[in-house]
């Protein structure tokens, strides 16, 4: 069993759709909660991050974290087709050196 | 504001040939420091990743090999590049603000090995 699991989809919604990707995962000593967008060919950027359980909105995007579930989620409202793009997850425990990332859901989002 | 470079951004090589990529960053100092590795239409792979000056952790044995001769500079490397070498190669650097940690991938390398 992977420590992070997500769908890879791929997912195609029309433009203004909302957008739900999830991740789920094992290790409960996870504590940081990443986001990450990473267009064709391109390196990942950073969306949103979460520290332990609960939502955080930034614009369109909400990111939420369920630990008693280790269930996370991100949400696109109003989606653009300039959000498609493949979505990665990405966590960490506080000491950690290092991330367990998903493996990515790709989103196309149709004009 | 913190800046990674990678170079060179595309690379096409022989099976055999010898590989160097090269990672640096601007604008922090200490920061830890990783190479992973992109397959076609699969998740990351963390290859490498450093903590300090000449400290370098491998989590995949394998045909590359890093080193971090400078606190801002993160190299990869291969005597002798396979054909499962080809991939997109992403390196990144991690800090710690304003209460958490935060990740961040450079522009990354496309290496094809023919």
């Known amino acids: 069993q992977k420590e992070v699991e997500q769908d890879p989809g791929p997912l195609s919604v029309p433009e203004g759709a909302i957008v739900s990707l999830n991740c789920t995962y094992s290790?409960?000593?996870?504590?940081?909660f990443m986001w990450y967008r990473q267009y064709s060919r391109k390196g990942p950027e950073l969306l949103m991050y979460?520290?332990?359980?609960g939502n955080k909105e930034d614009g369109r995007f909400t990111a939420q974290v369920d630990k008693s579930s280790k269930y996370i989620s991100l949400f696109i409202r109003d989606s653009q087709p300039s959000d498609s793009a493949t979505y990665l997850c990405?966590?960490?425990?506080?000491?950690?050196?290092?991330?367990?990332f998903g493996a990515g859901t790709t989103v196309t989002v149709r004009a | 504001s913190q800046t990674i470079h990678q170079w060179p951004a595309t690379l096409v090589q022989p099976v055999g040939s010898p590989l160097s990529l090269e990672c640096t960053v601007e604008?922090?100092?200490?920061?830890?420091l990783y190479w992973y590795r992109q397959a076609a239409g699969r998740g990351l792979q963390l290859l490498f990743y450093?903590?300090?000056?000449?400290?370098i952790s491998s989590e995949v044995p394998q045909n590359l090999s890093a080193s971090r001769p400078q606190d801002r500079q993160f190299i990869l490397s291969s005597k002798k590049l396979l054909l499962s070498d080809s991939g997109f190669y992403l390196c990144?650097?991690?800090?710690?603000?304003?209460?958490?940690?935060?990740?961040?991938f450079g522009p990354g390398t496309r290496l094809t090995v023919t």
């Open positions: 290790n409960s000593a996870f504590q940081y």
């Open positions: 450093s903590v300090g000056i000449g400290q």
């Open positions: 990144a650097w991690r800090f710690f603000w304003r209460g958490v940690y935060e990740q961040y």
């Open positions: 979460t520290y332990s359980s």
């Open positions: 990405a966590m960490s425990g506080v000491n950690d050196y290092k991330l367990s």
């Open positions: 604008g922090t100092s200490n920061p830890n």
